[in-house]
């Protein structure tokens, strides 16, 4: 497993912009890589310890974990155990658990200002009353676009939002506290992967 050339991209109007490459991952140590990628579920897993043990399943036993989850994989096109299953893993036992949300690249504002605030509410990162992210909703804006407003407005509360990059024309969004993000960042690229927020507007 490790590094395998995911593109984060943003899609605005009919361009595509690739944002900055991910630090290289420690790919001469499986061993190395696997540590980062627990390290990251711990931290990501906000307490449920069944995110860890899915991760660690498909590291340590990878055809097991298939064909546990054969119709969640399945529903992503993949139709054998691969490097990445780890990766996967982890981004869809953290949407089962409500601690991240996979978004089309063409949502509209309203429907990802919703799933910010279910993000927030997850964790409680922000009160209620501080919301009003649908307030902010422009379905005239891109929704790469909006995504960056979402991050400054966040950013002014300490909290940063995050894509986990999965190499698809879609946004698996995390929202995690500022103090966290450089470490979880760190970690996903000596796992081989990627985690970006929305700094560049």
């Known amino acids: 497993m490790g590094w395998f050339g995911f593109g984060f991209m943003r899609k605005k109007g009919s361009k595509q912009h690739r944002l900055q490459q991910a630090p290289t991952a420690e790919k001469d140590d499986p061993q ?3 540590t980062a990628l627990l390290e990251l ?23 097991d974990y298939f064909v546990r989850w054969f119709d969640r994989l399945d529903e992503r096109g993949i139709s054998c155990p691969i490097p990445e299953l780890p990766w996967f ?18 949502e509209g504002s309203y429907e990802v200002a919703s799933v910010i605030e279910n993000l927030l509410a997850r964790k ?11 307030h902010e909703a422009d379905e005239i804006l891109p929704t790469y676009d909006f995504l960056v407003k979402m991050f400054k407005l966040l950013q002014v509360h300490s909290i940063t939002l995050a894509c986990m990059d999965i190499n698809s024309d879609s946004y698996v969004l995390i929202t995690v506290r500022m103090e966290e993000y450089s470490e979880l960042r760190a970690l996903a690229a000596r796992a081989g992967y990627r985690i970006d927020g929305f700094e560049q507007g």
């Open 32 to 34: 190395l890589r696997n």
């Open 89 to 106: 893993a982890l981004v869809d036992s953290l949407q089962a658990e409500g601690l991240a949300c996979e978004i089309d690249w063409k």
């Open 41 to 63: 579920s711990r931290r990501l897993a906000f307490g449920q310890s069944q995110i860890v043990d899915e991760v660690s399943e498909a590291i340590l036993h990878e055809e």
């Open 124 to 134: 409680q990162l922000l009160p209620e009353a501080e919301w009003n992210l649908e």
